[in-house]
């Protein structure tokens, strides 16, 4: 079944990238942690709870992730993340659907 | 740590009334016989109310899951000074010291970003290669074949060090700010605490905002640099602060830097010591040093809870909280339960998903400084590698009186020559 299944590309800091093929409906935070994919922490396993599974969202992939609603506790988490951007998502709070095939999403110099 | 606790402390946590378990006594902590009444919690009444304690009515919250719930719900259990703040205990209303670690967004919010750039990644990486050298001239400079405290010796000299470093304070008095850290702990009621009454520890946190205060004043006519007063002297949010939130921020800083990781050094070694097995493994292989530093911040659990007061009436596994209660989350326990962590009893350095532990908290007052404590540990762990394959405890250590910090404070250790 795995010809169906979207497809992430996670790029690391140091610019090294893995495709990696997400079940529907999985977060993109699993998607890496299930590939072992370095440079996502996700330390509280996707409580939305941490920060550590912070990512940046290709500027291309904006529009279909959309940024986190303000005062959400996304946003807010990530107001405390180091090194937070306008393209700054957490990943656990990506679910990964038909929409999201070929996403990409960077990672930050390191989790905090 | 997990001692083969004697039968009578078992039967004890097992045959008393359940609704007469307190688990606020900071007894339980100080002769570290709190593990069965946890279990018999975990097991019978997760969430529970105890009617009566020194501190008044509290619910405490037990299981990793119910924890985490409360933790993320910052808009319902708050941290508010004004309410009680996060203690078991309340700090006395007239001498109550807010910082923002005793608020809710958005003044925890703004106050807590001035800070957290010094302890975020960029500068972390600046600072690894100066903590190295010093972890190593401290562990150079350790006697052989001698029994010596090490938490005096290592401990707390380590970590004052990276706490004159994160205050630029000057340097021959950094154990100055040491001192301030135990009394900003203290528990008034115990023999061996610093301070003997609320009204001598609030004296003496007066001095520490007068003496900080001053390098905080010169620091404000400086162009800013990255040292907490100066930040704090610079920052929109925290340069006109009121005395007592100055004297609340800096306790909290200073007991933030340093005092949780000056214990999780210390029972590291400890639980190698308790686990020779996996004092062998990591002989066997420095490379687990990064997944055992998390899992020695998870046994030790450094904090031993967090209060909240519910702004509402809610709920958590099953049970009715009102509007007003104090609802007190045991990292100790989160830590131990079987339900969120395997075979959370034993000390295990290369178990899977080491990270996934309650000891930093969650949410919005996760501790900002995890990274620079994992860092510190991580160089001591390599450090120590280098240099002494073993290090033998000699003896039992003594513990802090307290029902909120898990601390360590006396451990004599040998290094065979």
């Known amino acids: 079944m795995s010809a169906d299944m979207p497809k992430i590309t996670y790029i690391e800091y140091g610019g090294r990238e893995h495709r990696v093929e997400v079940p529907l409906g999985r977060s993109v935070m699993r998607g890496a942690v299930e590939n072992n994919v370095p440079g996502i922490d996700a330390d509280c396993g996707g409580e939305c709870a941490c920060a550590t599974c912070h990512v940046y969202v290709d500027e291309g992939w904006l529009g279909v992730t959309g940024t986190p609603t303000p005062g959400s506790q996304e946003a807010s988490m990530l107001s405390f993340a180091a090194l937070g951007q306008p393209n700054s998502r957490l990943s656990c709070q990506l679910k990964v659907s038909e929409a999201l095939d070929g996403l990409i999403v960077r990672m930050p110099e390191g989790q905090h | ?417």
């Open chain 2, 1 to 417: 740590m997990s001692p083969p606790l004697d039968n009578a402390v078992h039967t004890k946590a097992d045959s008393i009334p359940l609704d007469s378990i307190d688990v606020s006594d900071p007894r339980l902590y100080q002769d570290d016989v709190w593990y069965p009444y946890f279990a018999r919690l975990r097991h019978e009444d997760p969430v529970h109310y105890c009617r009566a304690s020194l501190y008044g009515p509290y619910w405490s919250v037990t299981k990793y899951k119910d924890i985490m719930q409360v933790e993320v719900n910052h808009q319902v259990y708050s941290s508010a000074s004004e309410l009680g703040g996060i203690a078991v205990e309340d700090q006395p209303k007239d001498m109550d010291r807010p910082s923002f670690i005793r608020m809710d967004p958005p003044r925890h919010d703004e106050q807590r970003m001035v800070v957290s750039p010094v302890v975020a990644p960029g500068n972390l990486a600046n600072m690894e290669g100066l903590i190295r050298e010093r972890t190593g001239r401290v562990l150079d400079g350790l006697p052989r074949n001698e029994t010596f405290d090490w938490v005096d010796r290592v401990s707390v000299e380590l970590t004052t060090m990276m706490l004159a470093t994160l205050f630029d304070y000057p340097w021959d008095d950094r154990r100055q700010l040491t001192y301030w850290s135990d009394v900003a702990i203290a528990n008034v009621r115990s023999p061996e605490s610093p301070v003997h009454s609320e009204e001598e520890k609030f004296a003496e946190l007066t001095k520490m905002a007068e003496a900080l205060g001053k390098l905080f004043q010169e620091r404000a006519q400086l162009p800013p640099k990255f040292d907490l007063l100066s930040m704090l002297a610079h920052g929109e949010a925290t340069r006109n602060m009121p005395f007592r939130e100055f004297m609340g921020t800096l306790s909290l800083l200073i007991v933030g830097g340093n005092d949780t990781t000056r214990n999780s050094m210390t029972g590291g070694l400890m639980a190698l010591n308790e686990y020779p097995g996996e004092y062998q493994k990591l002989r066997d292989d420095p490379t687990l040093i990064p997944g055992m530093v998390s899992e020695i911040i998870r046994y030790v659990t450094p904090v031993i809870h967090m209060r909240r007061t519910a702004k509402e009436d809610s709920e958590i596994g099953g049970k009715t909280i009102k509007k007003g209660d104090k609802v007190v989350m045991w990292y100790v326990s989160g830590n131990r339960d079987p339900e969120a962590i395997d075979d959370p009893d034993n000390f295990i350095i290369d178990r899977p998903r080491p990270r996934q532990h309650l000891s930093f908290g969650f949410g919005i007052h996760r501790c900002v400084g995890n990274r620079l404590a994992e860092l510190q540990l991580r160089i001591l762990w390599e450090e120590i590698m280098q240099r002494y394959p073993v290090i033998e405890v000699m003896g039992p250590a003594t513990r802090t009186y307290s029902n909120f910090i898990h601390g360590i404070r006396s451990l004599p250790v040998r290094i065979p020559a």
